[in-house]
């Protein structure tokens, strides 16, 4: 635990429940609604059977169609308006300050002005009016920086990395670096910064998120997408940002450890290439759940993972649906700390 007055916890550290919200006919899923919600289904299965699961959706009865299957004791439903489903960047993002948690809600504009988001930037008002946290949870209106969950990776000592395509991109804050680093102190109470230049994947709208190439697993391990194709589009990138993570010291001056994601193989729809990522798995309590895309390397990239969780059941679910519409996993989940 980190001994600062105001931290946001790892996502490894046990956890109250998880954020979802549910795909319907008004959001970009609507041509292919079933197979979507099916996926999302599967997800909530696999965390319901082992901690609580808040479901945001427009209409509840339709959303239990498609997870009348899961274990409905250890889930919520909420009844609220959303353009979209990717809960890691329209959520709240939970630190604790004085022991006491606290809900940051920031503003999210669709990563950059790319999207709508007026609905999806009101979901965590309207769940804390509706008292959908538990009662000691605190609630922190941020709307003056705008911000997405996906875009940082914190280790629950005060480091926090992140990408610099993301948070210095144009449409979001228009601040520098140094601002940046300041806000992280402010909300998260960050002693240091981790900024990586290079990195990508293509077919993600998010001007590269952390959360789709480079994670933590501990305090002093990361994991990371390594291509090893010399003729993939991501090469170059991927070998400039391993160079990178070659170089970073934990916060005792010591090398990270590394571990290597295999890239996903290539996945093409109408003729653009999906944003297909292992990067992008979600740790939940006592396990882990894996993106795969019914590919060879689902068993690489699950090797690797049980190697960076010896201690977590490995689970993997397939999310050629989710990468469709641009995100994976981790982006349609956001997970609360449990109180301490």
Same mark, same amino acid.
């Given at each position: ?27 970009? &899923? ?46 919520? $439903? ?7 489903? &990717? ?28 999207? %709508? ?8 008002? @309207? ?9 000691? $949870? ?10 997405? *969950? ?32 300041? +806000?992280?102190?402010?909300? $998260? ?7 990586? +230049?290079? *990195? ?9 998120? =952390? ?14 997408? @390594? ?21 970073? @010291? ?8 590394? =571990?290597?994601?295999?890239? %996903? ?13 292992? %990067?992008?798995?979600?740790? =939940? ?11 060879? +390397? ?18 993997? =679910? ?23």
């Amino acid at each position: 635990m980190c001994l600062n007055t105001k931290y946001l916890p790892a996502e490894w550290a046990e956890q109250e429940f998880v954020q979802i919200t549910f795909p319907h006919h008004q959001t970009d &899923w609507s041509e292919m609604l079933d197979e979507a919600c099916l996926c999302f289904a599967q997800i909530i299965e696999n965390i319901a059977c082992r901690q609580n699961v808040l479901v945001v959706c427009a209409d509840i009865f339709e959303a239990k169609k498609y997870i009348a299957n899961c274990n409905e004791k250890n889930i919520q $439903f909420a009844e609220i308006p959303s353009n979209d489903t &990717w809960a890691r960047d329209h959520a709240a993002i939970t630190i604790f300050e004085n022991s006491r948690p606290t809900l940051l809600d920031f503003t999210f504009n669709g990563w950059g002005l790319k999207f %709508a988001a007026n609905l999806d930037n009101l979901i965590t008002e @309207k769940l804390y009016k509706k008292g959908c946290f538990p009662k000691n $949870f605190n609630y922190k209106e941020c709307r003056n920086f705008v911000f997405e *969950g996906g875009s940082i990776e914190s280790d629950g000592q005060g480091t926090i990395m992140t990408t610099e395509k993301c948070l210095l991109s144009d449409n979001r804050n228009y601040l520098t670096k140094r601002e940046i680093e300041d +806000k992280f102190k402010e909300y $998260f109470g960050a002693k240091r910064v981790l900024w990586l +230049k290079n *990195g990508y994947i293509a077919g993600d709208d998010t001007d590269s998120h =952390i959360d789709t190439l480079v994670r933590f697993s501990d305090c002093n391990t990361i994991i990371y997408v @390594k291509c090893e194709d010399e003729k993939d589009e991501h090469f170059a990138e991927l070998k400039a940002m391993e160079k990178e993570l070659q170089v970073l @010291k934990t916060d005792m001056a010591l090398p990270y450890r590394l =571990i290597a994601l295999p890239m %996903a193989d290539a996945v093409y729809e109408n003729g653009e290439r999906l944003p297909a990522t292992y %990067a992008n798995f979600l740790i =939940i309590n006592e396990a882990v759940l894996l993106p795969t895309y019914n590919s060879p +390397k689902d068993e690489i990239a699950a090797k690797c993972m049980q190697t960076a969780f010896p201690t977590r059941q490995i689970i993997k =679910i397939n999310c050629l649906p989710l990468i469709k519409q641009h995100g994976s996993l981790h982006c349609v989940t956001m997970q609360f700390p449990k109180i301490i």
